[in-house]
Each structure stands twice: as structure tokens, then as C-alpha cells.
């Protein structure tokens, strides 16, 4: 290094959070999310080509909602309708977020 490099460090203590059993998204479904997917304010999709893959998250997903094909590789993860035709309503809530 240089003479005029610094170097900055800052040292944090590790943070500690209640431990939570039950998990809101199965681990294996948020991983093909965040690795494959995309998350915007409204809309879970998901971008495989893989079709053991998308079947795995179809099966993980939460009652009431499905994995709906959209174009080429992309996927939708969307509520489903209820008898009356009206789209159930579906949360998916961060295990972390009552912590915060």
C-alpha cells in the first residue's frame, strides 16, 4: 500500500434474533427466488427452464396460490381464484420483520 492509503474497519457487534421454527417461505423455494427470480412491489416470478425445478416450487408453495406460466422461461407466482372468482389474497411476511 501507500503511504497516503487508509485503511477504514468498523467492528459490529453480531445481531441477534428470537429463533423462529416455522419458516413463512420453504428455504428451497426463497433460494429459487432469489436466485432465479425477481421480487417487485406486486409480483413474485420466477425464470427456469428446468421443469423438475419449477415443480419442486410448485409444490412448496402456499396454499391458495400457483405457479403460472407467463412467457418463454418466465413464471408467476399468483394467488388463485376463489369459487366466486375473486383472487384470494396471499402474505408472505418476513420471518425477521416483527424483530425490526
Keep these: 500500500m501507500r ?5 477504514i474497519s468498523f467492528h459490529c457487534r453480531p445481531m441477534h434474533f ?3 421454527d416455522e419458516l413463512t417461505v420453504p428455504p428451497y423455494l ?8 425477481n421480487i417487485t412491489h ?7 427452464a428446468d421443469v423438475e425445478l419449477l415443480e419442486e416450487c410448485r ?4 396454499t391458495g396460490t400457483d405457479l403460472v406460466h407467463k412467457a418463454a422461461y418466465d413464471y ?5 381464484r376463489d369459487a366466486d372468482g375473486d383472487w384470494a389474497v396471499i402474505m408472505f411476511v418476513a420471518p425477521c420483520a416483527n424483530s425490526i
Design 76 to 80: 408467476v407466482i399468483r394467488p388463485q
Design 42 to 48: 406486486r409480483v413474485v416470478s420466477l425464470a427456469n
Design 3 to 7: 503511504p497516503e492509503t487508509r485503511v
Design 18 to 20: 428470537e429463533r423462529n
Design 59 to 62: 409444490a412448496l408453495l402456499p
Design 30 to 37: 426463497l433460494g429459487c427466488i432469489l436466485g432465479d427470480g
